[in-house]
Nanobody, 120 residues
Framework: QVHLVESGGGLVQPGESLRLSCAAS????????MSWYRQAPGKERELVAT????????NYAESVRGRFTISRDNRKNTVYVQMNSLKPEDTADYYC?????????????WGQGTQVTVSS
């Protein structure tokens, strides 16, 4: 079973940067489509960025395109999201997600989340 552990959250000022990490075990990140989601207080969880398996094609939510970059390090079996030019509206709990197929059945795998607060 894929197990995901996020790290790297914290409190930053507007305009600053953070890099979140998602360490995976139980499978290789290169074989999984992996995503970052976020959930702000009182709001639904939303997709932030995705990196595909294999070639690693990336996609971003319009709200973060040009500021966030998702990437992976196959040697470390870790997926990252580099977040630049952070805004107060980026404040949320950020979650790493992977869909794992087991015996032809898809399972959602989530990390425990890491909190990002952008405030002056």
């Amino acid at each position: 079973q894929v197990h995901l552990v996020e790290s790297g959250g914290g409190l930053v000022q507007p305009g600053e940067s953070l890099r979140l990490s998602c360490a995976a075990s139980g499978s290789t990140v290169s074989s999984l489509q992996m995503s970052w989601y976020r959930q702000a207080p009182g709001k639904e969880r939303e997709l932030v960025a995705t990196i595909g398996s294999g070639s690693g094609i990336t996609n971003y939510a319009e709200s973060v395109r040009g500021r966030f970059t998702i990437s992976r390090d196959n040697r470390k079996n870790t997926v990252y999201v580099q977040m630049n030019s952070l805004k107060p509206e980026d404040t949320a709990d950020y979650y790493c997600y992977a869909q794992e197929w087991v015996g032809g059945v898809p399972y959602d795998r989530w990390g425990q989340g890491t909190q990002v607060t952008v405030s002056s």
